[in-house]
């Protein structure tokens, strides 16, 4: 008899294993938080942030997974082994638009909530895009750095992006060309790509530097890029001639601001957008509606209305210098 209530209940943890975690009782909905890859503070940050949410709602798991280097076959393996787990939500940074798209609609077609954050999947592999700010702000405030990182306020830039497939950067990069016009003195030589990987970064800027000797700056739309080419500018003796300036880390650029290589840098708050991230991904799991057009809550910011694109943003990029970087160092 006990044999036969022991099989049972093994038979009924295995029925379990075969749900989503939602309706399983007493089980915590589960979420998997996607990075572009792990080591990157931006989405350590982004975490903290959901784990705050999962917190508050009560009842969440947050799993956070993320390749270990920047590409979309890495996430595809790791978007395959959270299908496989079963969770009930998924929220993704994409290092490639459309390369996540099959293996997303699969999640989705399994009962999956799936949403991306920061670096958008196509629509078709997404219920919605949570954008941190304005793409065109993003671009604009990058090029408004640009002009007060160069010594006369004119002269030739280089990006130093992160992957060339990045759906975030490449769309800030296009917001940037487009507003160029309006910023006169400014000239663009060229784009380089890092990865997101601070190696390779470092090495792109120690070309840029030697490519280009007239450069008065490089724009980093990346918090990778931007730190490893403020130190490749300081290991370089260009310190005074070149100035690094972009998105970066409060945390990560204290030293290369009171160094003198960054002027001023810009970002917006990734605990926040990793805390909306999460209220919006849990909230759909719970079967709030969630979806292009409809406005859904963000607990402590507030709330988020989905174009009919499915895409929302958040609030605008804060800039940094000598004044204040010590201050936030301590927050991300
Ligand atoms: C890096 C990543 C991330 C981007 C930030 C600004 O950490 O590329 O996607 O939003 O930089």
Not at 147 to 170: R, V, W
Request: with cysteine; glycine share 10%.
């Amino acid at each position: 008899m006990l044999r036969r209530t022991l099989l049972a209940g093994v038979a009924f943890v295995a029925g379990l294993a075969a749900l989503p975690q939602a309706f399983a009782q007493d089980a915590p909905l589960r979420m998997g938080l996607v990075a572009k890859s792990l080591g990157n503070g931006f989405f350590d940050a982004a975490l903290k942030g959901a784990q705050e949410a999962a917190e508050e709602l009560g009842d969440v798991e947050v799993i956070y997974t993320g390749p270990t280097t920047t590409t979309a076959e890495g996430q595809i393996e790791v978007l395959n082994a959270l299908i496989a787990q079963r969770v009930d939500a998924i929220a993704v940074s994409a290092n490639d638009p459309d390369a996540l798209v099959p293996t997303l609609r699969r999640a989705m077609q399994r009962g999956i909530k799936v949403m991306s954050f920061d670096s958008a999947v196509a629509p078709e592999g997404r219920m919605v895009h949570l954008a941190p700010s304005s793409d065109e702000l993003i671009g604009r405030t990058c090029l408004e750095l640009a002009k007060a990182a160069m010594d006369g306020g004119s002269g030739q830039f280089a990006i130093l992006s992160a992957t060339p497939t990045s759906t975030n950067q490449n769309t800030w990069i296009e917001e940037m060309k487009t507003a160029l016009p309006e910023f006169e003195g400014l000239e663009l030589v060229t784009v380089a790509y890092g990865d997101d990987l601070a190696d390779k970064s470092y090495r792109e800027t120690v070309a840029l530097l030697k490519q280009y000797p007239d450069l008065k700056a490089i724009v980093a739309p990346t918090t990778v890029g931007i730190a490893a080419g403020s130190k490749a500018i300081e290991d370089q003796g260009m310190k005074g001639k070149v100035y690094m300036t972009g998105l970066g880390l409060p945390s990560e650029m204290q030293g290369a601001v009171e160094s003198g290589v960054v002027k001023s840098f810009a970002i917006w708050n990734p605990i926040d957008l990793g805390y909306a991230t999460a209220q919006i991904a849990v909230r759909a799991a719970r079967g709030e509606e969630v979806g292009p057009g409809v406005t859904v809550s963000t607990g402590r910011m507030g709330e988020v209305t989905f174009g009919e694109d499915g895409q929302g943003a958040m609030a605008e990029p804060f800039t940094y210098d000598k004044s204040n970087v010590a201050e936030f160092a301590q927050i991300f």
